[in-house]
């Protein structure tokens, strides 16, 4: 090669190999691709794998510190959602490379895996990560009970919310039919926002919170007025999925994620309730 190709070359290497993530779902694809030690800052909400959250906390998801970033020296940081644009434009006004992310459906997730691999040059594993959780989803779907209950997916409390586009997606693979469809095409959670008393017109067979950061808390839910009078609270079918297994678009959500809302949606169409008490779910006893 030659000399001076070679020495511009040698100012940088190939792919970036220190990144920062803002959020948990792309520090969860670099690890789960085999490459976690290009990781050297994470956010401080990451759960998943333990691991890593021995890694430098830098951010929440609406505020970085800036001045850690830059003494990290990454060469790549990786953000979510257009709630982090702020974020972004203020690390490319101080020179650091950025992707962010806004994948907002199943495909999209699985899409923004691929690329999260590319970026850093491991598109095979990437693109093998990507086709085990496919094949995952595809046994999940083809395990999905004839009968679909109505389902509704509740992600904030007030304003009441709810789910997110690929959570609706999802608990249609899985069997169900998410109460509010037409919700799913929003972009910002602003479009997804439902009047309390719209819910027990379309009758929840089934309602499955899932609180971004904070526990769901039972009573709240079944407190609603005329809410007592649908299936769902009648037949106590209330039940919560951690907002860290479902409501980060990554791996996560569809693995934990998927399977919990495919083993609640089973239940509710053979007409059971899943016992309790049971990690991760919603039920009567012993809650707030």
Same mark, same amino acid.
């Given at each position: ?128 990560? %990507? #086709?085990?959780?496919? +094949? ?6 083809? *395990? =999905?009970?004839? !009968?679909?209950? &109505? ?101 996560? %959500? #569809?693995?934990?994620? +998927? ?6 949606? *089973? =239940?509710?169409? !053979?007409?059971? &309730? ?15």
């Amino acid at each position: 090669m030659n000399a001076r190709l070679e020495a511009l070359l040698a100012a940088a290497p190939p792919h970036p190999r220190r990144v920062v993530c803002l959020t948990e779902e792309t520090t969860e694809t670099l690890y789960r691709i085999g490459a976690g030690d290009l990781v050297v800052g994470v956010s401080g909400f990451t759960m998943r794998p333990p691991a890593a959250r021995q890694k430098p906390k830098v951010s929440t998801f609406l505020d970085a510190d800036f001045d850690r970033i830059l003494e990290l020296r990454p060469d790549l940081v990786l953000g979510f959602s257009d709630l982090q644009a702020d974020l972004a434009a203020e690390l490319a006004r101080r020179g650091v490379a950025v992707h962010l992310f806004n994948q907002r459906s199943v495909a999209e997730i699985l899409q923004s895996i691929r690329t999260v691999a590319g970026l850093v040059g491991r598109h095979d594993e990437g693109d093998r990560l %990507a #086709l085990a959780l496919t +094949a995952n989803l595809d046994r999940l779907a083809d *395990a =999905a009970p004839v !009968r679909r209950p &109505r389902v509704f997916f509740e992600e904030w409390p007030d304003p009441l919310i709810s789910g997110i586009r690929w959570v609706s997606e999802l608990v249609e693979l899985v069997g169900g039919d998410p109460l509010f469809p037409e919700t799913r095409a929003a972009q910002g959670a602003v479009g997804r926002i439902i009047a309390p008393d719209a819910v027990p017109p379309r009758d929840p067979e089934v309602i499955v919170a899932s609180w971004c950061g904070k526990k769901a808390v039972r009573r709240t839910i079944v407190g609603r007025p005329g809410w007592d009078a649908t299936p769902a609270v009648r037949d106590d079918q209330i039940y919560e999925v951690r907002s860290v297994d479902i409501l980060q678009p990554g791996p996560a %959500a #569809l693995t934990d994620g +998927a399977e919990q809302l495919a083993r609640i949606v *089973a =239940a509710v169409a !053979r007409g059971e &309730r899943l016992p309790a008490p049971r990690q991760g779910f919603l039920r009567h006893a012993g809650l707030s």
